[in-house]
C-alpha cells in the first residue's frame, strides 16, 4: 500500500516516528508521500525523507491554509526549492473557505499559479478542499491543457463531484472520512471509478474509525483499504493492488 498523503514530518510525531514508519512497514505500506504545508515545514520534511529514504518522498507547495499578505514571497521561496531537490509533485495546494475567506483572491492566485508550475514541470499536482470544490474544478477546468494531472485529497463529496473530478482526469484520494459513520461515503465508495482511488491518511489528523479522535498514523491507510473492500465488496488484497498501481503511475514511483 501506498499512504499517499501523510504529514509524518509534523512535530506531533517527534518522540516516535522511527517506530510510525516501523508499524507502516508491517502493515504492508511500503510508501510514505509527504506533501509540504508552508515555508516552516520545508526543513522537517526533507529531514524526513532524508531519514527513510526508501520509504518517504516529498512534494513542495503551499497549502492554501497558509496563503496571507506575504504569498508572493513564499511562492517565490517554494518555487525556488524546484531546482534544488527532486520532488514528486507540487502539494498541497488548492482552495480552503471553511477557515478564512479574507485571502480568497490570494488562494486563487497562489493556486494558479502554482497549476502552471506544475505544467512546465510535467509534475501532478495535490490538491485540497475544504467548502470550494466548485470553486476548484472551475479554476482547475480552465487550466486544464490536457497536461494536468493530480488527486483531490481527503475527498468526502459527493457522486457527481467525483464523476466532474474524474472527467477533469483528476484521481480521488480516500481517507479516514471514508470510515466515519455520518461521513455519507458508504453511499459513494461502491459507484467509483476505482482507476482513479487511491489511498491517503492525512495523519496526524482524522484518524479512520475505530481510532477516529485520536492521532493518525500511515500503518492506518489498511484501515482505509478494509473499508473500501467492504463497500464494494472486494478483497483489501484487490484494493491494495488496484490503488497501488494507480499511485504509482500517478506519481511515477
Ligand atoms: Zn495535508
Not at 508552508?38 to 529531514?47: C, F, G, R, T, V
Not at 514541470?121 to 495535490?126: D, H, S, T
Not at 477546468?141 to 494536468?148: A, D, I, P, R, V
Not at 491517503?200 to 498514523?217: F, I, M, S, W
Amino acid at each position: 500500500m501506498i499512504d499517499t498523503h501523510a504529514h509524518i514530518y509534523a512535530n506531533e510525531f517527534d518522540n516516535d516516528r522511527e517506530e510510525v514508519v516501523q508499524r507502516a512497514l508491517a502493515q504492508g505500506v511500503e510508501q510514505i508521500l509527504l506533501p509540504n504545508i508552508d515555508l516552516e515545514s520545508i526543513e522537517p520534511m526533507l529531514a524526513t525523507e532524508a531519514q527513510f529514504p526508501q520509504v518517504c518522498r516529498s512534494m513542495m507547495g503551499l497549502h492554501p491554509c497558509y496563503v496571507d499578505g506575504n504569498v508572493k514571497h513564499s511562492l517565490e521561496v517554494i518555487h525556488s526549492w524546484f531546482a534544488k531537490h527532486n520532488f514528486i509533485a507540487v502539494g498541497e495546494i488548492g482552495i480552503d473557505l471553511y477557515w478564512d475567506k479574507t485571502y480568497r483572491a490570494e488562494q486563487e492566485m497562489a493556486f494558479v499559479t502554482q497549476l502552471n508550475w506544475a505544467k512546465e514541470l510535467q509534475l501532478p499536482v495535490v490538491i485540497h478542499t475544504r467548502d470550494s470544490i466548485q470553486e476548484t474544478l472551475a479554476l482547475l477546468s480552465k487550466e486544464q491543457n490536457g497536461t494536468l494531472s493530480g488527486v483531490f485529497h481527503c475527498f468526502g463529496g459527493s457522486l457527481e463531484e467525483a464523476k466532474a473530478i474524474n472527467d477533469l482526469g483528476f484521481h480521488l484520494g480516500l481517507g479516514g472520512v471514508s470510515t466515519f459513520k455520518n461521513g455519507g461515503m458508504d453511499k459513494v465508495i461502491p459507484h467509483l471509478d476505482m482507476d482513479y482511488v487511491i489511498l491517503e491518511t492525512d495523519c496526524p489528523y482524522l484518524a479512520p474509525v475505530p481510532h477516529r479522535g485520536k492521532r493518525n498514523e500511515p500503518a492506518y491507510t489498511s484501515l482505509v483499504a478494509q473499508r473500501v473492500a467492504d463497500l464494494r465488496d472486494m478483497t483489501i488484497e484487490q484494493v491494495d493492488t488496484m490503488t497501488t498501481q494507480n499511485a504509482k503511475t500517478l506519481f511515477r514511483l
